[in-house]
């Protein structure tokens, strides 16, 4: 159970924080920056739900949200050898499957593309783009983690569906497509 007495501690002032084992790292640590990073996610996305998302994604958003929290809380434990499945609260391939399946249902109405689609279209689409270049942040930071510690590749992967959910997502809110602004390259009409 988390309780929150005092927002402030001064342990941080030294440049470390701890994880949720108690254990104090460097604040520029990658583990620190990948979930920092899921957290400006979250932020990011709870700024599109309030600009008027729709109420089509609000329940959904509503589990990614929470998701992101899960995928915090993964991050912030390393992973003890022998530990008990389920000791700890994990990202599993459940919460990716959620996303595929969210995936092709949205996709189910969109044109195939032949071209890279730009940021923007409505302000929906736009927060739409905004939460995808972040979660891909927060994917390669959880990566680089990954090459320290094997125990991050599920909380990697569900960023990288997140990230296509989030892209799907954009194209819904541009008229289902029809107001994406596509990429022409050179810039040539």
């Given at each position: 159970m988390v309780r929150l007495n005092r927002?402030?501690?001064?342990t941080g002032d030294d440049g470390t924080t701890g994880l949720g084992d108690g254990t104090r790292i460097a604040k520029s640590d990658h583990r620190i920056d990948s979930y920092g990073t899921v957290d400006e996610l979250s932020s990011v996305m709870g700024l599109a739900l309030a600009e008027g998302l729709g109420s089509s994604f609000e329940?959904?958003?509503?589990q990614i949200q929470n998701d992101l929290f899960d995928v915090g809380a993964d991050l912030c434990v390393p992973r003890t050898e022998?530990?008990?499945?389920?000791?700890?609260?994990?990202?599993?391939?459940?919460?990716?499957?959620?996303?595929?399946?969210?995936?092709?249902?949205?996709?189910?109405?969109?044109?195939p593309l032949k071209t890279f689609v730009l940021p923007g279209g409505t302000k929906a689409a736009?927060?739409?783009?905004?939460?995808?270049?972040?979660c891909r942040r927060a994917e390669r930071v959880t990566y680089a983690l990954f090459a320290?510690?094997?125990?991050a590749l599920l909380p990697a992967k569900y960023l990288n569906r997140l990230s296509d959910y989030l892209f799907v997502v954009?194209?819904?809110a541009n008229d289902n497509g029809k107001s994406d602004r596509l990429w022409i390259p050179g810039g040539a009409k």
């Open positions: 927002i402030y501690t001064r329940a959904q958003f509503g022998g530990e008990e499945p389920g000791s700890r609260l994990r990202i599993t391939a459940q919460y990716i499957e959620r996303l595929e399946g969210w995936i092709d249902e949205h996709n189910e109405n969109l044109e736009a927060w739409m783009h905004l939460a995808r270049t972040v320290e510690d094997e125990s954009g194209r819904v």
